[in-house]
Protein backbone atom coordinates (compact mmCIF):
# COMPACT_ATOMS: atom_id res chain seq x y z
CA UNK A 1 0.00 0.00 0.00
CA UNK A 2 1.35 3.46 -0.58
CA UNK A 3 2.79 5.12 2.43
CA UNK A 4 1.51 8.43 1.23
CA UNK A 5 -1.48 10.65 1.26
CA UNK A 6 -2.36 13.45 -1.38
CA UNK A 7 -5.87 15.49 -2.14
CA UNK A 8 -7.66 13.55 -5.44
CA UNK A 9 -7.65 16.68 -7.38
CA UNK A 10 -6.85 20.64 -7.36
CA UNK A 11 -7.51 23.42 -9.50
CA UNK A 12 -4.91 26.22 -10.50
CA UNK A 13 -4.96 29.23 -12.88
CA UNK A 14 -2.48 29.52 -15.40
CA UNK A 15 0.38 31.12 -14.74
CA UNK A 16 0.59 30.85 -10.84
CA UNK A 17 1.73 28.53 -8.77
CA UNK A 18 0.67 25.28 -8.17
CA UNK A 19 1.06 23.84 -4.43
CA UNK A 20 0.05 19.93 -4.03
CA UNK A 21 0.37 18.50 -0.77
CA UNK A 22 1.51 15.45 -0.03
CA UNK A 23 1.21 13.71 3.69
CA UNK A 24 3.67 10.96 4.25
CA UNK A 25 3.28 10.53 8.26
CA UNK A 26 5.31 7.12 8.90
CA UNK A 27 8.60 8.05 6.40
CA UNK A 28 11.29 6.33 7.53
CA UNK A 29 15.03 7.86 7.62
CA UNK A 30 16.03 5.91 4.68
CA UNK A 31 13.43 6.75 2.24
CA UNK A 32 13.77 9.96 -0.05
CA UNK A 33 10.27 11.53 -1.10
CA UNK A 34 9.58 11.44 -4.73
CA UNK A 35 7.21 13.24 -6.81
CA UNK A 36 6.00 12.15 -10.85
CA UNK A 37 3.44 13.03 -12.84
CA UNK A 38 0.74 11.18 -15.61
CA UNK A 39 -0.60 12.84 -18.27
CA UNK A 40 -2.71 11.72 -20.05
CA UNK A 41 -2.74 8.29 -22.21
CA UNK A 42 1.85 8.73 -21.08
CA UNK A 43 3.72 6.96 -18.95
CA UNK A 44 4.71 8.73 -15.82
CA UNK A 45 7.45 11.36 -15.77
CA UNK A 46 9.54 11.92 -13.01
CA UNK A 47 9.97 15.80 -11.81
CA UNK A 48 12.36 15.39 -8.36
CA UNK A 49 13.19 13.68 -5.31
CA UNK A 50 14.91 14.64 -2.14
CA UNK A 51 15.55 13.05 1.47
CA UNK A 52 15.26 15.95 4.10
CA UNK A 53 16.72 19.31 2.41
CA UNK A 54 14.29 21.24 -0.05
CA UNK A 55 15.57 20.36 -4.06
CA UNK A 56 15.23 22.54 -6.90
CA UNK A 57 15.48 22.18 -10.63
CA UNK A 58 14.18 23.43 -14.09
CA UNK A 59 10.75 21.61 -13.68
CA UNK A 60 9.44 22.08 -10.11
CA UNK A 61 10.88 22.54 -6.12
CA UNK A 62 9.89 20.20 -3.86
CA UNK A 63 9.79 21.27 0.38
CA UNK A 64 10.06 18.67 2.88
CA UNK A 65 8.82 19.64 6.48
CA UNK A 66 11.26 19.44 9.12
CA UNK A 67 9.69 16.73 10.79
CA UNK A 68 9.80 15.17 7.28
CA UNK A 69 5.93 13.91 7.42
CA UNK A 70 4.96 15.83 4.85
CA UNK A 71 6.22 17.73 1.42
CA UNK A 72 4.85 19.99 -1.16
CA UNK A 73 5.85 20.02 -4.89
CA UNK A 74 5.49 23.28 -6.32
CA UNK A 75 4.97 24.36 -9.87
CA UNK A 76 6.08 27.63 -10.23
CA UNK A 77 4.43 28.89 -13.13
CA UNK A 78 1.55 26.46 -13.95
CA UNK A 79 0.90 25.85 -17.95
CA UNK A 80 -1.73 24.02 -19.45
CA UNK A 81 0.40 21.23 -20.15
CA UNK A 82 1.54 20.74 -16.55
CA UNK A 83 -2.12 19.44 -16.79
CA UNK A 84 -1.26 15.93 -14.83
CA UNK A 85 -1.94 13.34 -12.26
CA UNK A 86 0.70 13.95 -9.61
CA UNK A 87 1.99 11.24 -7.55
CA UNK A 88 4.01 11.30 -4.39
CA UNK A 89 5.66 8.43 -3.69
CA UNK A 90 8.34 7.46 -0.67
CA UNK A 91 11.48 4.94 -1.28
CA UNK A 92 14.11 3.52 0.44
CA UNK A 93 17.16 4.91 -0.22
CA UNK A 94 19.50 1.19 -0.43
CA UNK A 95 18.59 -0.87 -2.86
CA UNK A 96 16.79 -0.75 -6.04
CA UNK A 97 12.92 -0.71 -4.37
CA UNK A 98 9.93 0.07 -6.60
CA UNK A 99 7.45 2.89 -6.99
CA UNK A 100 4.56 2.40 -4.80
CA UNK A 101 2.25 4.38 -6.66
CA UNK A 102 -1.00 5.45 -5.28
CA UNK A 103 -4.24 7.33 -6.84
CA UNK A 104 -2.28 10.67 -7.23
CA UNK A 105 -3.79 14.03 -7.03
CA UNK A 106 -5.56 15.30 -10.71
CA UNK A 107 -4.53 19.02 -11.18
CA UNK A 108 -6.39 20.64 -13.89
CA UNK A 109 -4.62 23.71 -14.58
CA UNK A 110 -7.12 26.75 -16.04
CA UNK A 111 -6.89 29.30 -18.43
CA UNK B 1 11.35 11.65 -24.52
CA UNK B 2 12.68 8.67 -22.22
CA UNK B 3 14.22 6.97 -25.07
CA UNK B 4 12.04 3.84 -23.49
CA UNK B 5 10.21 2.31 -26.19
CA UNK B 6 7.62 -0.55 -25.92
CA UNK B 7 5.74 -2.52 -28.47
CA UNK B 8 3.17 -3.00 -29.35
CA UNK B 9 1.00 0.29 -28.57
CA UNK B 10 -2.62 -1.24 -28.55
CA UNK B 11 -3.74 -4.80 -29.01
CA UNK B 12 -6.71 -7.13 -28.23
CA UNK B 13 -6.94 -10.50 -26.80
CA UNK B 14 -9.60 -12.82 -25.71
CA UNK B 15 -9.59 -14.38 -22.23
CA UNK B 16 -7.39 -17.69 -22.38
CA UNK B 17 -4.75 -16.31 -24.90
CA UNK B 18 -1.23 -15.28 -24.16
CA UNK B 19 0.31 -12.54 -24.88
CA UNK B 20 3.92 -10.65 -24.93
CA UNK B 21 4.94 -7.45 -24.66
CA UNK B 22 8.07 -5.36 -25.50
CA UNK B 23 9.85 -3.06 -23.85
CA UNK B 24 13.63 -1.61 -24.90
CA UNK B 25 15.30 0.18 -22.33
CA UNK B 26 17.32 3.59 -22.49
CA UNK B 27 20.87 3.48 -23.39
CA UNK B 28 23.06 2.31 -20.25
CA UNK B 29 20.42 1.26 -18.15
CA UNK B 30 20.76 -2.27 -16.85
CA UNK B 31 17.94 -2.41 -14.88
CA UNK B 32 13.85 -2.80 -16.16
CA UNK B 33 10.94 -2.82 -13.93
CA UNK B 34 7.31 -3.74 -15.16
CA UNK B 35 4.08 -2.15 -13.54
CA UNK B 36 0.17 -2.51 -14.83
CA UNK B 37 -2.24 -0.14 -14.68
CA UNK B 38 -5.94 -0.26 -14.43
CA UNK B 39 -8.22 2.82 -15.36
CA UNK B 40 -8.10 4.84 -12.99
CA UNK B 41 -5.64 3.74 -10.78
CA UNK B 42 -1.83 4.24 -9.94
CA UNK B 43 0.42 1.66 -11.45
CA UNK B 44 1.34 -1.20 -9.40
CA UNK B 45 4.66 -2.88 -9.65
CA UNK B 46 4.82 -6.24 -11.03
CA UNK B 47 8.35 -7.38 -11.25
CA UNK B 48 11.98 -6.07 -11.88
CA UNK B 49 14.97 -7.56 -14.03
CA UNK B 50 18.81 -7.01 -13.05
CA UNK B 51 21.39 -8.90 -15.39
CA UNK B 52 18.84 -11.37 -16.84
CA UNK B 53 17.37 -12.42 -13.68
CA UNK B 54 13.65 -11.47 -11.45
CA UNK B 55 15.02 -9.36 -8.32
CA UNK B 56 11.63 -8.31 -6.71
CA UNK B 57 8.32 -9.35 -7.73
CA UNK B 58 5.04 -7.89 -6.78
CA UNK B 59 1.87 -9.29 -5.78
CA UNK B 60 0.80 -10.77 -9.06
CA UNK B 61 0.71 -14.81 -9.96
CA UNK B 62 2.87 -16.92 -11.89
CA UNK B 63 1.39 -16.46 -14.83
CA UNK B 64 3.15 -12.97 -15.25
CA UNK B 65 6.34 -13.90 -16.10
CA UNK B 66 9.50 -12.31 -17.94
CA UNK B 67 12.42 -11.85 -19.62
CA UNK B 68 15.34 -9.27 -19.59
CA UNK B 69 17.90 -10.10 -22.47
CA UNK B 70 21.83 -9.09 -22.39
CA UNK B 71 21.18 -6.24 -24.29
CA UNK B 72 18.91 -5.15 -21.59
CA UNK B 73 15.78 -5.20 -23.46
CA UNK B 74 13.08 -7.13 -21.43
CA UNK B 75 9.77 -9.10 -22.49
CA UNK B 76 6.62 -9.92 -20.34
CA UNK B 77 4.52 -12.58 -20.77
CA UNK B 78 0.97 -13.46 -19.60
CA UNK B 79 -0.27 -16.49 -19.60
CA UNK B 80 -4.35 -17.79 -19.50
CA UNK B 81 -5.45 -13.53 -20.03
CA UNK B 82 -8.27 -12.91 -17.55
CA UNK B 83 -10.44 -9.96 -18.64
CA UNK B 84 -9.38 -7.76 -15.22
CA UNK B 85 -5.69 -8.06 -16.82
CA UNK B 86 -7.10 -5.45 -18.97
CA UNK B 87 -4.71 -2.27 -18.45
CA UNK B 88 -1.67 -0.24 -19.47
CA UNK B 89 1.27 -2.49 -18.94
CA UNK B 90 4.03 -0.05 -18.24
CA UNK B 91 8.01 -0.48 -18.59
CA UNK B 92 10.78 1.73 -17.23
CA UNK B 93 14.41 1.44 -17.19
CA UNK B 94 17.00 2.58 -14.62
CA UNK B 95 20.54 2.14 -13.49
CA UNK B 96 20.69 -0.05 -10.57
CA UNK B 97 24.05 1.30 -9.15
CA UNK B 98 21.94 4.58 -8.70
CA UNK B 99 20.22 3.14 -6.06
CA UNK B 100 17.24 5.34 -5.48
CA UNK B 101 17.93 7.02 -9.03
CA UNK B 102 14.89 7.73 -11.33
CA UNK B 103 13.21 5.59 -13.27
CA UNK B 104 12.51 6.53 -17.13
CA UNK B 105 9.38 5.00 -18.09
CA UNK B 106 7.93 4.35 -21.90
CA UNK B 107 4.45 5.10 -23.12
CA UNK B 108 3.15 1.72 -22.22
CA UNK B 109 0.82 -1.21 -24.17
CA UNK B 110 -2.66 -0.74 -23.55
CA UNK B 111 -4.46 -4.24 -23.80
CA UNK B 112 -7.94 -5.22 -23.91
CA UNK B 113 -8.81 -8.71 -23.01
CA UNK B 114 -12.42 -9.76 -23.96
Known amino acids: ?111 | ETGVTQSPTHLIKTRGQQVTLRCSSQSGHNTVSWYQQALGQGPQFIFQYYREEENGRGNFPPRFSGLQFPNYSSELNVNALELDDSALYLCASSFWDRGAGELFFGEGSRLTVL
Open chain 1, 1 to 111: DAKTTQPPSMDCAEGRAANLPCNHSTISGNEYVYWYRQIHSQGPQYIIHGLKNNETNEMASLIITEDRKSSTLILPHATLRDTAVYYCIVRALSGNTPLVFGKGTRLSVIA
